[in-house]
């Protein structure tokens, strides 16, 4: 059935009301439950119990007043028969317990102890019906309080006694009782969301576990494992949770082996195929021309290979968390110059700050080059080739900047390039359109992660167009003086500026 204009309005209406409830947390929406809960329970008990007790209240002040009328004009009756009976003083001599105000009509004459409670103040149908001969209560409205009146005709001596009393008394008390049924309803409400807050703290611990063992996983630590719970209703998430751990564990494990064991196995031929290249270019004149070209295609070929393999295996070492570091205290700046040198044949400008030339850092020499290596070579893929290195100061961090001009990363392809075996995507321009393996920016992340740094890369700064990667590693100790000589290829910053 077709959805109509006005139903899908209510449906966008009901989903835009639902959602920020959706928004919060699962704590909160627990202690929200509990709360809303406690409150309406506590509201309908607060209704019930204010209720029955105004109604008791009500039926028992109404009975009494009954009952006092009654008396008091069975006292008039017997007192208005002598002779010499004065209506104002057996008026006066009347007991009225509750309050009440006393009227007398007697032989045509209304006799009241206060003149604001006189005939008028009576409703006017309460007044015919006793004067008729019928006894009868109302209940009115007299200013701004409630009032009970009660009327007992007495016609044997022509007469008819009325009665009235103010529920101001009794107002008062269910005013006191809603107060206080108002400041329990809130007690309540409060108790029952410190009561949520409590029960999701001690239900959603195990979930909270599970999530911080994700992240553990996330981030490598495959071993790790949440604790068993003794909750029938949580342990087979948990030992669910614990089954898929252990899967990815075996399933990681079984693909670095093989990973590893064929970067082995193809070493061995890949060294043999490397000797019979060289064997044949040492004889590359008595080729003719098309077999030094095919020669050549082979050599390239087998140069890509060798590197592959070798990237491999590195990366086999880092998940089989074989991976160690040999530490050297080294110059930053003078590491970098050299590793961009050997990198790009001294073609690549380096510039230095004047106050990072002397950090020193505390570094794997190998891995470091490489990352240079890595780095260069991926501009020169993907960027037009590397226009400018430079090494800067950031608080307690030295940064190694790598600068292109090709089409720049987008912001979608910023994390993703770093992953194995991707490339970024072909709206990048010619970034992604290489013959590269995947593997040498994501060997550049795990080589600056284990030295305790970060990489990352942005826009130019100058504003145009490009990438510009960046390694940030921290300094051991900062030195004020810069290096004295660092080779032909530094430029220092202060002389590229002007």
């Not at 045509?108 to 009576?122: K, M, N, V």
């Not at 007495?154 to 006694?161: E, G, M, R």
Request: net charge negative.
């Amino acid at each position: 059935m077709p959805t109509t204009p006005l139903r899908r309005r209510r449906h966008l209406r009901g989903t835009a009301t639902a959602r920020p409830y959706r928004r919060l947390g699962l704590r909160a929406r627990f202690t929200i439950a509990f709360g809303l809960g406690s409150f309406v329970i506590s509201v309908l008990l607060s209704l019930v119990a204010y209720g029955l007790v105004r109604t008791n209240l009500v039926s028992q002040r109404e009975r009494s007043a009954i009952g006092q009328a009654y008396l008091n004009a069975s006292a008039l009756r017997n007192g208005l028969r002598s002779a010499d009976a004065n209506a104002k003083d057996l008026l006066d001599s009347l007991q009225t317990p509750g309050g009440g105000r006393p009227l007398l009509y007697y032989k045509g004459e209304w006799f009241a102890l206060e003149i604001t409670h006189g005939r008028d103040s009576l409703p006017v149908e309460l007044r015919n019906t006793v004067l008729g001969g019928t006894p009868a209560r109302m209940r009115y409205s007299l200013g701004n309080e409630t009032s009970l009146a009660v009327g007992v005709p007495i016609p044997l001596i022509d007469a008819a006694y009325f009665e009235s009393s103010s529920f101001s008394e009794l107002q008062s008390t269910l005013n006191a009782l809603a107060i206080s049924l108002t400041i329990t309803a809130i007690v309540t409400t409060l108790a029952g969301a410190l009561l949520g807050t409590t029960a999701s703290r001690r239900v959603l611990r195990p979930l909270a576990e599970i999530s911080t063992a994700a992240q553990a996983i996330s981030g490598g630590r495959l071993d790790t494992r949440v604790a068993l719970v003794s909750d029938p209703d949580l342990a087979g998430f948990v030992n669910s949770f614990n089954d898929m751990a252990r899967f990815l564990q075996e399933r990681f494990e079984r693909d670095a082996r093989f990973a590893s064991d064929i970067s082995h196995e193809l070493r061995s031929p890949l060294t043999t195929l490397s000797a019979s290249v060289e064997v044949l270019q040492s004889r590359r004149e008595e080729l003719t021309e098309r077999g030094q070209a095919v020669l050549d295609l082979l050599a390239a070929d087998v140069t890509r290979f060798t590197m592959m393999v070798e990237d491999l295996l590195e990366i086999s070492r880092f998940d089989a968390g074989a991976a160690r570091l040999d530490l050297t205290e080294v110059r930053i700046g003078e590491l970098v110059v050299h590793a961009v040198s050997a990198a790009s044949s001294g073609t690549t400008p380096v510039s230095v700050e004047s106050n990072a030339a002397g950090a020193i850092v505390q570094v794997d020499k190998r891995r470091l080059m490489q990352v240079m290596a890595n780095l260069i070579q991926n501009a020169a893929h993907y960027g037009g080739g590397a226009t400018e290195v430079s090494v800067e100061l950031a608080d307690d961090q030295v940064r190694i900047c790598v600068q292109d001009e090709g089409g720049g990363v987008p912001a979608i392809d910023r994390e993703r390039i770093f992953e194995r075996f991707a490339r970024g995507s072909v709206a990048s321009g010619r970034r992604g359109a290489g013959e590269g393996t995947g593997l040498g920016l994501a060997l550049v992340r795990e080589h600056v992660n284990l030295h305790g740094g970060r990489v990352w890369v942005e826009d130019r700064l100058d504003g145009l167009p490009g990438a510009r990667f960046v390694v940030e590693l921290p300094i051991v100790t900062p030195q004020a003086e810069p290096e004295e000589d660092l080779g032909p290829a530094a430029v220092p910053a202060v002389e590229v500026e002007s």
